[in-house]
């Protein structure tokens, strides 16, 4: 079971959580504007859940109902030809802000 990147990510692309990640399983889409967690290479450490300052990362059982498609969307889009492998922290998207705060979280 792997950890998996929700709703919350899209069109903020926060990358607090890839620091924290010992196996760097974390890849981005740019144009879908979030990241994804590549299922084969997540280890269930949960290092990456507390540095999500969006809480967009949620354990694959965990992940909410109305939120279930983004777990076959995290396996098909981490392994997708666009996807690139991101390891360091990046600076978020201009909208980052304005969508936490619209999520209660700022």
């Known amino acids: 079971m792997a950890y998996v990147v929700t709703e919350n ?3 903020c692309l926060f990358t607090d959580c890839v ?3 010992p196996v760097s ?3 981005v889409v740019e144009e879908d504007r979030m990241l994804y967690i590549h299922p084969d290479e997540c ?3 949960n290092a990456c859940v507390p540095a999500c300052p969006v809480e967009a990362i ?3 059982a965990d992940v909410p109902e109305d939120q279930q498609q983004y777990i ?3 396996a098909e889009r981490s392994q997708c030809p666009e996807a ?3 390891t360091e922290r990046r600076d978020p998207l201009p909208t980052a802000e304005e969508k936490r ?5 700022a």
Not at 101 to 105: D, E, Q, S
Request: aromatic residues 12%; contains cysteine.
């Open 25 to 27: 399983c974390f890849y």
């Open 58 to 60: 949620f354990a694959e």
């Open 43 to 45: 280890i269930d450490c």
């Open 101 to 105: 705060k619209r999520l209660g979280l």
């Open 9 to 11: 990510c899209k069109d």
């Open 19 to 21: 620091e924290e990640c």
């Open 84 to 86: 690139v492998n991101i």
């Open 72 to 74: 076959e969307l995290n």
